[in-house]
């Protein structure tokens, strides 16, 4: 087997689903400058709804796609809900406080949620139901299942739809306006309110589907599984040049990549003296090298060029 | 029947009060100017007669009904539209993109398609560069756009922030012969102007503001007249 080749499909999988969280943090940051750190927790969400669907559908003798589609149709308005939710009450009031004051409560909406999300799911793990017969692939000497080509193509398929939203209609314009100056853009007739509210949700909606993917793709899901995975998701936007959603999606698939290399050849690297659980190492091995050396990202403008 | 009203107007920053308490009103059709030294309170005026800020107290009637305390993006709808100081062109979305931003609230396709030809016949350096974005345009080609995408609001009311500022005196005069064509069109419009010479000789009538108020409101030629106005603003 070609490990090369393998981690690079492995990274892309994990890439995607980074890409998909990180265009949430990188649309409110263009138009808020805010950092939502309870977005990761929405992704949480997500695959908490999807299973719990799916779990009271497994009875039933529908075909296991259809009950994991159901799952996921009712994890994307759950989350759309819940992303418009925190906008409203947590951070539309504090629109014009200090934006630390912004920061610190997107720190305790992320600890409500995952609190509220163990009331109500528990703390064990909550197993993905094996709904999705695995099929195998060879490819170039490594292996990639149905799930994996399905996760990079769905993702794919999300972020054309998204780039084209932002960048072809006049909804997309409006949003871009406003994450320039939003005061001119209410001279155009644009209520930033309503865009504001309009990214919290799409980035909500891309959540979900990630959260239901990592699910899907580790075989589980855990109140807690919001945090890390939303760290990595910043990261990548971080690294892509946040506020930039092309940055994002590039930031995500580069992550994934460097993390899952990283994870397959840590041990040769060191020896043997350290093994592939280090790999969350990786992540924030880059957001410390980008911070130091790139703040702006890979695709990001220059933070003094920003009006 | 004045089309805009403003009485008592006051706005505030925090403690401190910009506009003490205005007077104005523009008729249908009039050009109308505000002007006054650095700090006479032209620009906040204008921007909450835009709705870019909220007055602290008094009242501004548009069109019979009171329009205080209401935002931006419900004023265009009502057919008040700002070209504000500094342009506001949106440097990252494209020419094109910014002109049909101006008929955001529009809903008539057909009627936006010509109102962006007609855009395009009034300022063909902005056809030419229709794909290119809005920041890499000269000064005087943003003030174009930043007009020609409050036209495309179909404004009925057009309030324009010195629309001269930081521009070389042959823009500014194309700029000025622009505002007379609107005008002309049958637009109205209020105008702030540094350049109270030019403002003058353009408008029906003119305001001038010190210190939050106004002191003199007058026809424009009268102005143009006046020997306190000929010593403070016009250089003598």
Redesign the interface.
Known sequence: MDIFTQQIINGLVLGSIYALVALGYTMVYGILELINFAHGEVTMFGAMIALAVMGALLGTDLPGILIVLMGLAVAIPGCMALGFAIERVAYRPLRRAPRLAALITAIGVSIVLQNVAMLIWGKQYISFPPLLPVVRYEILGATITNLQILIIVLSCLLMAGLLWLVTRT?LG??M??TA??P??????????NTIISITFILGAALAAVAGVMVAAYYGLAHYHMGFLLGLKAFTAAVLGGIGNIAGAMLGGLLLGIIESLGAGYIGDLSFGFLGSHYQDVFAFFVLILVLVFQPSGLLGERVAER? | MSMLEARGLEVSYGQIKAVKGIDLNVNPGELVCLIGANGAGKTTTLKSLAGMLAPSAGDIHFEGKSISGRASHDLVRRGIALVPEGRGIFGRLTVEENLRLGAYARKDTTGIRQDMDRAYDLFPRLAERRRQSAGTLSGGEQQMLAIGRALLSRPRLLLLDEPSMGLAPILVQKIFEIIRRISAEGVTLLLVEQNAKLALEVSHRGYVLESGRVTLADEARALLANPRVRQAYLGG
Do not use: E, F
């Open positions: 006049k314009a409006a871009r306006a320039q100056a005061d001119v853009a209410g001279l155009m007739g644009i209520n930033a009006a």
